[in-house]
């Protein structure tokens, strides 16, 4: 008998534009919502019905270590170009893949359609510790998919 054990949630991989982009800690999918919309014609029966409005795709944050050398800017300068108002033109595919405990197969693969940065921040800066400095980027998206 084969057995369907719950995917863990440490082994995962993030692409955007289809190139991997190393050192996520974190990916927090928000909810995807269908807004409920009661309507009724003077001939129905007296109650509403319930048909489905708009689909509503909670926004991704992706959480990672500060480095430095190749690609450190990349997030904040795709940030920075949207903060400019080249939105339309910089939409980019981000993809969550998770992989099976062994970290050898995929499991599951989350696409995030024509996602922008909305927000950047990285966590402040004291004497006081040895904690790793965490930068945080905020996307908006026109949709989020499971494709397996």
Request: glycine letters at 8%; proline letters at 2%.
């Amino acid at each position: 008998m084969d057995r369907n054990d719950p995917l863990r949630n440490f082994r995962f991989r993030v692409e955007i534009n289809g190139i991997t982009q190393a050192g996520f800690s974190d990916v927090a999918i928000a909810e995807t919502t269908v807004d409920v919309v009661d309507y009724r014609e003077g001939t129905d029966a007296p109650h509403f019905r319930k048909l489905s409005g708009l689909t509503k795709y909670g926004n991704v944050t992706l959480k990672r270590g500060m480095t430095a050398g190749t690609g450190a800017l990349d997030l904040l300068k795709w940030h920075d170009t949207i903060s400019k108002g080249f939105i339309k033109e910089n939409r980019k595919d981000v993809t969550v893949i998770v992989y099976d405990e062994a970290g050898q197969q995929q499991a599951a693969r989350f696409v995030i359609s024509a996602a922008w940065p909305t927000k950047y921040h990285h966590t402040d800066f004291t004497g006081k510790g040895n904690e790793v400095i965490i930068e945080l980027l905020e996307l908006a998206n026109e949709g989020i998919e499971r494709t397996n």
